[in-house]
């Protein structure tokens, strides 16, 4: 389980997130809603290690993990999609999979991919920046199959995607929830996340505006979140 307890975070001086608590139960896919700007990625940076907090704990399988580096984090089984695909776009696609892939992997481990993406099996000794968007945001999703995590952390992954290419991805996603990882999502479709949710929070100027399940979020809920508007 990971629990980001209470906690405040931003950039020099400029405070984004504050006395913020989001809690990801194993097995679960939490969804993480709400206007830009809000500090989802910053929560997500926080989460993964890339940020520290100013005050606050992350608290992993209840081991106070904060100011762990990334690579800690990610041995620990938090891995971390960020927006903006996050790929080597000047390495090859192949690889890419391999930098993915837990150190021990061989050339055929990173077959668990291929497989779930074709298309990166086609595509393995093109450079990974000449992919169209859609297969970059596979090959970044790609980690969820290599390097096995229990927590993926997930920065709007169907963004600037078509609607078919989004679809597919969300096929995988609740594949990698029913194989028994857990999921935090923070996502621009919001019926698409709260469909695949088991829990959500709305964040709001930095702070937790709203806690439940998608059923207790009714659609003004959702559009106060978006638009800004009162609840």
């Known amino acids: 389980m990971l629990e980001l307890r209470n906690i405040t975070a931003g950039y020099g ?3 984004v997130l504050r006395d913020v608590t989001v809690i990801v139960p194993d097995n679960s896919v939490v969804s993480l809603l709400g206007p830009n700007g809000a500090g989802k990625t910053t929560l997500l940076r926080v989460a993964s290690g890339l940020l520290r907090p ?15 580096p990334p690579h800690r984090l990610a041995r620990a089984g938090i891995g971390h999609v960020p ?3 996050g790929i080597f776009a ?43 968007g859609g297969e970059q945001q596979m090959l970044a999703l790609a980690s969820m199959y290599l390097a096995a995590p229990k927590l993926v952390l997930l920065d709007e992954v ?14 995988h996603l609740r594949q990698v929830a029913a194989n028994g990882a ?6 621009q479709y919001v019926s698409r996340a709260l469909a695949l949710a088991k829990y959500v929070y709305i964040l709001k ?15 003004s809920d ?5 638009l800004g508007a009162s609840a």
């Open 158 to 171: 169907s963004m600037g995607l078509a609607p078919n290419i989004v679809d597919e991805i969300y096929v």
């Open 90 to 132: 000047a390495m090859t696609v192949a690889d890419n999979l391999r930098m993915q892939s837990k150190p021990e992997t061989d050339r055929a481990g990173i077959e668990p991919a291929t497989r779930a993406f074709p298309r990166l099996a086609e595509r393995s000794r093109q450079l990974a920046g000449s992919l169209s």
């Open 13 to 15: 001086s400029h405070v």
């Open 182 to 187: 857990a999921l935090l999502l923070v996502e």
């Open 222 to 226: 959702v559009l106060a979140a978006y």
């Open 205 to 219: 100027k930095g702070r937790i505006d709203f806690v439940g399940q998608p059923s207790e979020l009714g659609e």
């Open 54 to 68: 100013i005050s606050g704990k992350v608290i992993l399988d209840g081991q106070d993990a904060t100011g762990w």
């Open 83 to 85: 927006e903006g695909r």
